[in-house]
């Protein structure tokens, strides 16, 4: 990394105020070249900006960042400018013409972690933090970048310590005046371990849905009223609602904010067979969307008796809502056999009534709160931490079943680099310095 780069760090576009930053071993020089000399270090300053052949670019506020203290750890910058799409483009030109670069997409943030400013997975809570949408999810994401997530591998990571620790020194130094069961020391903290990380693998969908958002599929026969029911729950007419039988074809995705969580509610296509190339395609759409739902609203026309809810009942799953749509017309007979074919909890509802769509949206609250909140953060909020966590168990629960000592140290090491991955945190010395400072050897 021995270029400079720069960038716009706000949005493009006419605005107040725009942030160019500089980061690398000439930003001093780009800096002065362009307001005349450094300010105080992390002082503003007001500078005129000129180019290269002296022309006025912009009266603006400067800040000089020399490393390491900077956020790449890199001698850094800030140029605070008016916003016009003219004064911009002539501080890039400027910049560019004294040799800088354009910066690529995250390549600040993964200077800061390439100088140990930030850990791999504080670099991914940078990007979380600014895609954010919702006050969890910023949450979250502030949480593993203020250390949260790290500071749970870091304890994981001394427990592998102590017991690889033990198990290295019954395999190198068995001449040694120590105790007959050292390797057996290990079992303990590994098993402290593994039952950590069955807990966090056990919790890991709920840092994505925290992230993605937490998806439930209205799905049922057509004409059900789940469309009206989307747009009801949405406050707008996202779907489009008629009397003809089909209408809806493909997944309408609309994104919600519950509690202060992200839900992409989805309408689907009535599910039924049909010979309709395009409807056909839409009901395996709806299946397919519903199957990896985090929960389903299983819409039933309680005002019917053509039998057509059985189409889509082997969607629902055990902690699904049955909702027994158009409650204000008289009974047909399909609300007490679909009731009576799944023990899932119901909920009669008209969609023309506010009192009766507010209970549902008091129902998914609750529901959501349930899945989604706890008493600490996720230890997994991307897939691959979920994997490197996978790995990691397996390699401990192999380890606690080895007999010799050389073996289960191995499947100790490979559990460490899986956590690795996501910490970058183990460090070999750290275990020659647990050996030797846990037993007396060479005295």
Known sequence: MTDTIFALATAPGRAALAVVRLSGPDAGAALTALAGKLPAPRRASLRKLRGAGGGLIDEALVLWLPGPASYTGEDSAELHLH?????????????????????????????????????????????????????????????????????????????????????????????????????????????????????????????????????????????????????????????????????????????????????????????????????????????????????????????????DWREASDLARAGDLLVLNKSDLAPGGDEQAASASTDIERLPLSVISDLDVDALRAWLQTRIVSALSGAEFPAATRLRHAESLTEAAERVRRALAQAEPELAAEDVRLAARALERVSGRVDPEAVLDRVFSSFCIGK
Not at 110 to 128: T, Y
Not at 146 to 158: A, F, M, P, V
Not at 269 to 294: K, S
């Open 83 to 307: 916003g016009g799409q003219a004064v911009v483009e002539a501080v890039v030109d400027a910049l560019a013409a004294v040799g800088l670069r354009l910066a690529e997409p995250g390549e600040f943030t993964r200077r800061a972690f390439q100088n140990g400013r930030l850990d791999l997975a504080q670099a991914e809570a940078v990007a979380d933090l600014i895609d954010a949408e919702t006050t969890a999810q910023a949450r979250q994401a502030l949480d593993q970048l203020g250390g949260g997530l790290s500071r749970r591998y870091d304890g994981w990571r001394d427990l592998l310590i102590e017991s690889l620790a033990v198990l290295e020194a019954a395999v190198d130094f068995p001449d040694e005046d120590l105790p007959e069961d050292v390797a057996a020391r290990a079992r303990p903290p590994l098993r402290t371990l593994l039952g950590e990380l069955e807990a966090a693998l056990s919790d890991a969908d709920r840092g994505r849905r925290v992230r993605e958002g937490f998806r439930i599929a209205l799905i049922g026969a057509p004409n059900a009223g789940k469309s009206s029911l989307l747009n009801a729950l949405a406050g707008r007419d996202a779907a489009i609602v008629t009397a003809t039988p089909g209408t809806t074809r493909d997944v309408i995705e609309v994104p919600l904010v519950v509690a202060g969580y992200k839900v992409l509610l989805a309408d689907t296509a009535g599910v039924r067979d049909t010979a309709e190339a395009i409807e056909a395609e839409g009901v395996r759409r709806a299946r397919a969307w519903a199957e990896d739902a985090d929960l389903r609203l299983w819409v039933v026309d309680q005002s019917a008796s053509d039998g």
